[in-house]
C-alpha cells in the first residue's frame, strides 16, 4: 500500500439473506473474509479493504451505509451479492449513502464444479443474479458507482479496484481542500473563472482570498537564517546552478535568495490557513515598486510555485483556482505512480505533418517532477506583466511518454471535466526563451485532440499525470456525477461533437427532473 494512503479504508459489504438459512450465511461471511484478505495481501491496492460483514435486511444495509458516512477513514464502499440479496433492501441504504461505491460482480470460485454442483451450491453461489439484482436497483434509483466485473484473483480486476481506489483518494481529499487566491483572475479571462459556490457544491474544494498585506505579515516573520539555508542546503544542492549564480554579491544572487524567502513566506501562509493549493496572478502579486521600498516580493514567485507543486499543493496561474483544484488532486491520486504531474498552460504550435505537437509550459510555473535530467537554477529577465525583472526559475524540458492531462470547466448549467491522452516527445532547448518545457502530440491526432478539446470548451490550463489513465478521470467524474468528456485514441471527431450535443440535452432534462 502506499503510505500516503494509510489512514484511508474501504468498507466491504457482502449481500446475502436468511432464506438459506445461517449455515449459508456462514459460509457467504467465511467466502468474504478470504476474499477481502486476499485482495489486502495482492500488493496491487493503495488502501487496505476492510470487510463489514453480510448484510441481510433493510436495516442492517442502512446502518452500515450510515457507519461509512460518518466514518472519517472510511473513503469508499465496495458491495458484492454473493448470494441472491433481494435488491429492495438495498433501497434505504443507497439513498443514505454519500461515500464513492463500486459494485464488484465477482464470485468466490472460479469455475463450475460440474461434477459436484448440487441445489445447496446453487443456492449460496448466486452472485450471476444476485448481482444483476442489485444492479437494476442501482439504476432505479440513478445511483452514480463504478462497477467492476471480473474473478477477484485476477490481476486486471484488482487493478480497476485499484485504480477506484485512488480516486476514492482524491475524493476525499478534496472535502477538505482549501484552495488560497493570491490576487483574482486576470483580467477578462472567461475560462479560469467560475461560480466558487457551485463548485463546492459538487466537489467539496473550498476557495478564499487572501489579501497580500497578509502575506507581507508573514513575508516580514521569515528569518534570514532560514533562507540562507534553503538556498545553500536545498536549492545548491538539489539543482544545477551556474557558479556566477552561487556569489552573494550579484543581483542573480539576490534574487534567488529572494526567491527562497517567498518560498518560506507562501509555505507559511499555506500552513496557517491549512490550504492545500493556492494561485497567483503575475499582474497582482506585490508592491511594483518593491526594488525602491525593499519590502515584499521582487518577483512573481515561480520557483516557489514549482517546488511546492512537487510537494503536493495544488498551484493555478492567473488566478486559475479550478486548475489548482484539480493539480491537488491530480498529484494525490498519482502518489507511489511512476512520472510525476504538473501544470501546464498550451503556449504554441509546431506544424509538422502527423508529428504536429503543442509546445507546454508557463512563464515559470511548471513541477520539476516531470523533468528529463536534473533541473537548472537559472535568473533571467521576465518581461510579462507589472513585474518586469529578473526572476528565478528552474528550467528543464520533460520525460517523454504516455500520459494523460485534465481540465474541468463551468458550463453555466454544469460542471464539465475533459481529458486527453497526450504522448510526449522530445523537446529542443529554448536558449532564448529559458523556461520549463514539454512537448506534446495529442491523441488520436493533433487535429482531432485539439478539435475535441476546444468543442468541448477546454481551458488553455491543464494538469497534466504521466501516471493516471482516462479509467481514473473517468470514475472521477462518476462520484461527483458531473459530465465526462475523454479524448483518446478511439475518439471520432463527428462522433464526440454529438455526444456534446447529446449531454446538453440530458443535462438540461436532468436538471429539470430534480
Not at 34 to 54: A, F, Q, W
Not at 379 to 389: E, M, N, P, S
Request: hydrophobic share 40%; glycine share 8%; aromatic share 12%.
Amino acid at each position: 500500500m502506499v503510505k500516503a494512503f494509510d489512514n484511508f479504508e474501504i468498507w466491504w459489504v457482502t449481500g446475502a439473506q436468511l432464506l438459506y438459512g445461517g449455515d449459508a450465511v456462514k459460509q457467504v461471511d467465511g467466502h468474504s473474509k478470504e476474499m477481502v484478505e486476499g485482495l489486502n495481501n495482492s500488493g496491487r491496492l493503495p488502501i487496505k479493504i476492510v470487510y463489514k460483514g453480510t448484510a441481510n435486511s433493510s436495516k442492517e444495509v442502512a446502518d452500515v451505509m450510515n457507519r461509512a458516512n460518518v466514518d472519517e477513514k472510511c473513503v469508499g464502499v465496495i458491495c458484492w451479492m454473493h448470494t441472491f440479496s433481494p435488491a429492495k433492501m438495498w433501497i434505504k441504504g443507497m439513498e443514505i449513502l454519500r461515500k464513492p461505491l463500486l459494485h464488484f460482480h465477482t464470485q468466490y470460485n472460479a469455475k463450475i464444479p460440474y461434477e459436484s454442483m448440487d441445489m445447496d451450491f446453487m443456492n449460496l453461489n448466486q452472485s450471476a443474479h444476485g448481482d444483476r439484482e442489485y444492479a437494476h436497483i442501482l439504476s432505479r434509483l440513478r445511483k452514480p458507482r463504478k462497477t467492476v466485473i471480473g474473478y477477484w484473483q485476477d490481476a486486471k480486476t484488482q487493478e480497476h479496484i485499484a485504480v477506484w481506489e485512488r480516486v476514492c483518494a482524491g475524493v476525499a481529499d478534496a472535502q477538505d481542500c482549501l484552495i488560497i487566491r493570491f490576487g483574482d483572475q486576470m483580467n477578462n479571462v472567461a475560462v479560469t473563472d467560475g461560480d466558487k459556490v457551485s463548485f463546492e457544491q459538487v466537489f467539496g474544494y473550498h476557495v478564499d482570498y487572501v489579501q497580500f498585506s497578509t502575506v507581507l505579515d508573514f513575508f516580514d516573520k521569515v528569518k534570514d537564517a532560514d533562507v540562507d539555508a534553503l538556498v545553500h542546503d536545498v536549492y545548491f544542492k538539489e539543482y544545477q546552478v551556474a557558479d556566477n549564480l552561487k556569489d552573494e554579491s550579484t543581483v542573480e544572487y539576490k534574487k534567488i535568495w529572494n526567491s527562497a524567502k517567498a518560498e518560506l513566506t507562501i509555505r507559511a501562509v499555506l500552513k496557517a490557513y491549512g490550504a492545500k493549493g493556492f494561485t497567483t496572478n503575475f499582474d497582482d502579486l506585490g508592491d511594483v515598486n518593491v526594488e525602491e521600498t525593499g519590502h515584499g516580493f521582487d518577483q512573481i514567485p515561480g520557483l516557489a510555485s514549482q517546488r511546492l507543486m512537487h510537494d503536493g499543493y495544488g498551484f493555478g496561474a492567473e488566478g486559475d483556482w479550478k486548475s489548482a483544484c484539480l493539480y491537488r488532486t491530480t498529484w494525490f491520486m498519482s502518489q507511489g505512480l511512476e512520472g510525476g504531474t504538473s501544470f501546464l498552460e498550451d503556449y504554441t504550435l509546431n506544424f509538422d505533418g502527423d508529428n504536429t505537437s503543442i509546445l507546454e509550459s508557463h512563464m515559470l510555473e511548471v513541477c520539476p517532477d516531470i523533468a528529463e535530467e536534473k533541473p537548472r537554477l537559472e535568473v533571467h529577465f521576465l518581461a510579462i506583466g507589472v513585474r518586469k525583472t529578473p526572476t528565478a526559475r528552474l528550467v528543464f524540458t520533460t520525460k517523454q511518454g504516455h500520459g494523460i492531462t485534465a481540465t474541468v470547466v463551468d458550463m453555466g448549467n454544469r460542471f464539465r471535466l475533459i481529458a486527453n491522452d497526450v504522448n510526449l516527445i522530445k523537446s529542443k532547448p529554448l536558449p532564448k526563451l529559458p523556461v520549463a518545457s514539454a512537448l506534446w502530440i495529442p491523441e488520436p491526432t493533433f487535429e482531432i485532440g485539439v478539435g475535441c478539446w476546444m468543442n468541448a470548451g477546454g481551458t488553455h490550463h491543464s494538469c497534466f499525470s504521466f501516471g493516471l489513465t482516462d479509467e481514473y478521470w473517468r470514475d472521477f467524474a462518476e462520484i461527483f456525477d458531473v459530465e465526462a468528456c475523454i479524448i483518446n485514441k478511439d475518439t471520432d471527431y463527428e462522433q464526440f461533437r454529438k455526444e456534446l450535443r447529446w449531454n446538453e440535452v440530458y443535462y438540461m432534462l436532468n436538471k429539470a427532473l430534480r
